[in-house]
């Protein structure tokens, strides 16, 4: 079982004045670049998770019972960067428990579900909600945004 992560491939997504202006940055400036451009991108999802909203805008399917508390309240705020390398970053979670809750959300999968002291527990179909993921507009803004920010830095 695989946590969800976002992956990004930038090459085809940014300008070519750009993307030699990256290639001559060194190992520590590239890092620092995607480290930022990943923090950006991790904000942009907790945003949208917040607000209950799909990729494409569409709000989350409902929950079946009407509760009136949002659906994966917590679950946004332990959304980091796992790894980074300077040429690449991933984005996702680090503890199992929160990365096969968002793995089940984000498929639509179905869960056992244990009431207090496991007396009693139940199957739910789950529809799929988008836990994380970037349309490639975003991914562009972020890094050409993070990349003109990196080369003007001073170090």
Excluded: Y
């Amino acid at each position: 079982m695989t946590a969800p992560t976002l992956s990004f491939d930038i090459r085809g997504l940014i300008e070519a004045e750009q993307r030699l202006q990256l290639l001559a940055l060194p190992a520590a400036k590239r890092r620092r670049l995607l480290n930022n451009a990943s923090k950006r991108l991790r904000t942009r999802n907790t945003r949208r998770i917040g607000s209950q909203r799909n990729l494409d805008g569409s709000p989350f399917a409902p929950r079946k019972r009407k509760h009136r508390r949002k659906m994966l309240r917590r679950l946004s705020t332990r959304l980091q960067v796992t790894k980074l390398s300077p040429d690449a970053a991933t984005l996702g979670w680090r503890q199992r428990r929160n990365a096969r809750i968002a793995r089940e959300h984000q498929l639509g999968l179905s869960t056992t579900v244990t009431a207090g002291l496991k007396r009693r527990s139940w199957k739910i179909d789950l529809p799929a909600r988008d836990t994380l993921g970037a349309d490639p507009q975003d991914i562009r803004d972020v890094v050409s945004t993070v990349l003109q920010q990196t080369l003007q830095s001073p170090k």
